[in-house]
C-alpha cells in the first residue's frame, strides 16, 4: 500500500523510516498530484502555520480536504493535528478544518510541554511511549470523536471516522503501535473504494495554473 507523508516541512523522513519497516510504500507529497493513488496521508509535525501557508500555496489544502471527503485516511501529528483541528487558539490560525476538535497551541509552555511519556490507550492493554515537543492541547473533542488516550484528562490522540490526530510524536520510538493502526484505517478506506484520484481533479487542475511547483 502507497502512504503519502506530507513533505514541505516538518520531519517527515522520520513516518517514513516506520512506515517502510511495516511494509508500506511511502511517497513524498509536495504537490496535489502527489495524492493520486495513495492509501493514506500522514501530516507530520512542524511549523503548523509555515503548514498551513505552504498548503495553500501549492493548492494542497483544497486537494486534501477533497480526499479525505471522498473517505480517505489521514494521520496528524503534533503541528499536523493543529492543521486537522476545526477550531485553532493562542494564536488562532487556518486549518483544514477536518476534525471537531479545538487544539490551543504551546497551551504547556514551550519546555513543559516537552519530554517522553509512558500512557495507557485504547490501542492494546501496554503503555505507549509518547515524546511531546512543545505539544498542543486538544481543548475540547466533540461527539463523534473517539479519545483514545489522555493526558492529565486531556485528549492526546483521537480519531473521528478515518481521521486520527496525536499530540505527539510516535515517529520518534521504536513502537510502531500507532502507525500500524493508520495503515489499518487506510486499507479499510482502500477496501471502500475510496478514491483520491477521482474527487481531486479539479484540485489538480487548479494546481496547473501557477501552483504545483515542488518545494
Known amino acids: 500500500m502507497k502512504i503519502g507523508i506530507l513533505a514541505l516541512q516538518g520531519d517527515f523522513e522520520a513516518h517514513a523510516r516506520v512506515l517502510e519497516k ?3 510504500e511511502v511517497v513524498y507529497v509536495r504537490t496535489p498530484e502527489a495524492l493520486h493513488g495513495i492509501g493514506g496521508l500522514i501530516l507530520p509535525g512542524g511549523e503548523s502555520t509555515t503548514h498551513m501557508n505552504l498548503l495553500e500555496e501549492t ?4 486537494a486534501i480536504r477533497e480526499m479525505a471527503a471522498g473517505g480517505g485516511a489521514v494521520f496528524g501529528t503534533c503541528a499536523g493535528a493543529i492543521l486537522l483541528a476545526r477550531e485553532v487558539k493562542q494564536p488562532a490560525q487556518k486549518s483544514l478544518g477536518l476534525m471537531d476538535i479545538t ?5 504547556y509552555g514551550r519546555q513543559l510541554s516537552s519530554g517522553v511519556l509512558n500512557l495507557e490507550t485504547k490501542l492494546r492493554e501496554q503503555p505507549l511511549e ?12 466533540a461527539k463523534g470523536v473517539e479519545v483514545l488516550a489522555e493526558r492529565e484528562g486531556k485528549p492526546v490522540l483521537v480519531q473521528q471516522g478515518r481521521i486520527m490526530a496525536a499530540t505527539f510524536h510516535p515517529e520518534l520510538t521504536d513502537d510502531a503501535a500507532i502507525h500500524r493502526k493508520f495503515l489499518e484505517l487506510a486499507a479499510s478506506a482502500h477496501g471502500a473504494g475510496a478514491s483520491n484520484g477521482k474527487r481531486g481533479a479539479s484540485t489538480i487542475a487548479k494546481s496547473k495554473k501557477g501552483y504545483g511547483k515542488s518545494r
Do not use: S
Open 103 to 107: 487544539v490551543v497551541r504551546n497551551a
Open 22 to 24: 511495516l511494509g508500506a
Open 59 to 62: 493548492g494542497l489544502d483544497e
Open 130 to 141: 509518547m515524546v511531546f515537543i512543545r505539544a498542543p492541547i486538544i481543548e475540547k473533542a
